[in-house]
């Protein structure tokens, strides 16, 4: 009998081990998976600053490539700060909009098939995406990227140093920006940093020669 009774007390015992070791593997995952969630959110608040940056840095120096006076510089950097923020924030609500409607007809469907019950549907929609949230994070990650060419052009009068700051500041931001997204991947920072400011300065150069070059023409 004490045989029997060791026997069943070593299996118990092992049940409980399992059940432990599950309930370890299930929290790990669950932090996992928000780590991953709060990085994604990181990331594309990183990266639209840096589109915000990039534009209104790009637009206001176009901008000036044909125009000295700072007034109309900052004017066009605020104009772009505006337009581009309601521009994301539409375009986000829209995108995370339209991926919550499918997500949730997906539950809809699932709920029909019995693949969970009745109460389960009210949890999940509370995991789904929200468009508003989204939209004004993607709306505030622009405007504060925007903000940074036009605080360094705001107080400077003469023309070469206004547009010398602009670019300078505009490009150790870029460099910022290319680090912290290469920390959040996991990339090489340097290699990032130095591709993120390389595209910034040809799309600077391309608004500034283009802009100047139609200037030039007359129109």
Known sequence: MSALEDKYNRSQSSKDI???AAATNEEQEVEVFDYGKRAQWLRAAVLGANDGLLSTASLMMGVGAV?????TM???GIAGLVAGACSMAIGEFVSVYSQYDIELSQMKRDKMNKR???GELETKKKSLPNPWQAAGASALAFAVGAVIPLLAAAFIKDYVVRLVVVLAVASLALIGFGAFGALLGGAAILKSSLRVLMGGWLAVGITVGLTK???GSGL
């Open 18 to 20: 399992d059940i432990e």
């Open 67 to 71: 125009r000295k006076d700072s007034k």
């Open 74 to 76: 900052i004017l066009t």
């Open 116 to 118: 969970f019950a009745d």
């Open 213 to 215: 070059l139609i200037g």
